[in-house]
C-alpha cells in the first residue's frame, strides 16, 4: 500500500488549486511562495504526475491535477468540519455554503461583511466547487447553483437574471484593431472558461456573428482568471455582468457593444435541502440574498 503524502504538502497544493495562485495560497497558510512550490514539487514528485502547468504568473491545473483536487478539497473539508465540530463553541451558529469560485470572490465574499453585520452570531463557511449538490451526502446548509431551477432533493430561489456581454480592458479597446460591430471580434483574442466553455458561441450566435471562432484564443480553468486577464488587456472575455458590474463602475473593464444575452431561466439560484427542516440560520441567509437582490432588480 503507498503510504500517504505529507500533509502540509496536500495543504499546499489544495490552497494553490483553491486560488490558482501560489501567491494567495503562501498568504493563507502564512509561509513564502517558494515554499508552497516547494510543496507542490515534492507532492508531484510522490504521485510522479505533474498537478499544475506552470506559466508567466499563472498556474493551470492539469486534468489529474483537477480531479485530485476534487478528491483532496472534499477530503481536507471533512477534516476540517469534524475539528469544528469537537471545538465548536455552543454561542457561535455555523452556516455552511457552498459556491462557484467566480461568483464567491466576485459576488459574494465582497458582500458578506454585511450579513455578519446584521447576524454577529453567525459563522458562515463557504467552500467552493463545481460538482454536483448532494445534500444527503454532504453537509452544507445551501449552495448557489447554476442551471434551470430543477434540482432532485432541493428547494430552489431565483436569484437574479444571467446576462452574457463582452468586457475588455478600455486600453485595449483604445489600441487595438477597429471594434464597430461583432464581427470585428475575429481580430482580437478571446479569453475562455472551462467552467463556463459555451459562452461565447451562445452570445456570437445571438448576435448573428457567424463568421467568428468561438473557440479561439485562451481558456482559463476560471471566469475569475478569464476576468483578469481582460483586466490586464490580453483579450476580450465574456462576461456575466452582474458579477464584473464593480469592474465596470471602477473603470477596469468596459462593454464594447449594446448587445447583451439573456439565458433566461439559466441562472444562478440559492437551493437548500427540501426533504429536512431549513435551520434558522440558512433562512436568514436566504432572506438576506433574496432581499439584496430584489432591490437591485
Known amino acids: 500500500m503507498k503510504k500517504l503524502p505529507p500533509l502540509s504538502a496536500l495543504k499546499a497544493f489544495e490552497a494553490a488549486a ?86 464567491s470572490m466576485h459576488w459574494l465574499i465582497p458582500r458578506l461583511p454585511d450579513f455578519h453585520a446584521r447576524h454577529p452570531e453567525i459563522q458562515v463557511s463557504l467552500t467552493t466547487s463545481l460538482d454536483d449538490v448532494d445534500f444527503d451526502r454532504e453537509d452544507i446548509d445551501g449552495a448557489i447553483r447554476l442551471g434551470h431551477g430543477k434540482w432532485r432533493g432541493a428547494h430552489s430561489y431565483r436569484l437574479m437574471p444571467n446576462l452574457l456581454c463582452p468586457v475588455m480592458s478600455p486600453t485595449l479597446l483604445k489600441s487595438g484593431p477597429s471594434l464597430r460591430t461583432p464581427h470585428d471580434l475575429s481580430r482580437y483574442t478571446l479569453l475562455h472558461s472551462l467552467a463556463r466553455a459555451d459562452d461565447w458561441a451562445a452570445w456570437l450566435t445571438s448576435a448573428g456573428a457567424h463568421d ?17 486577464s481582460a483586466i490586464q488587456g490580453q483579450g476580450i472575455a465574456m462576461a456575466q455582468r452582474f458579477l464584473v458590474e464593480d469592474k465596470l463602475q471602477s ?47
Open 18 to 103: 483553491r486560488h490558482l495562485s501560489v501567491t494567495l495560497a503562501a498568504e493563507e497558510l502564512n509561509v513564502t511562495p517558494g515554499a508552497v512550490s516547494r510543496q507542490v514539487r515534492q507532492l508531484e514528485d510522490f504521485l510522479a504526475i505533474p498537478l499544475f502547468l506552470r506559466g508567466h504568473q499563472q498556474i493551470v491545473l492539469t486534468r489529474q491535477g483537477s480531479e485530485y483536487f476534487r478528491a483532496i478539497s472534499r477530503a481536507l473539508n471533512e477534516v476540517r468540519e469534524a475539528t469544528s465540530s469537537i471545538g465548536r463553541g455552543a454561542k457561535k451558529q455555523e452556516l455552511r455554503i457552498r459556491a462557484y469560485t467566480t461568483f
Open 212 to 228: 467568428v471562432d468561438a473557440s479561439g484564443g485562451m481558456t482559463f480553468q476560471s471566469s475569475v482568471m478569464a476576468y483578469a
Open 251 to 297: 473603470g477596469e473593464l468596459v462593454v464594447p457593444f449594446d448587445h447583451i444575452l439573456d439565458c433566461g431561466t439559466f441562472t444562478y439560484y440559492l437551493i437548500t435541502a427540501s426533504d429536512r427542516p431549513e435551520r434558522p440560520q440558512m433562512a436568514a441567509f436566504r432572506l438576506w440574498m433574496l432581499e439584496y437582490f430584489s432591490s437591485v432588480a
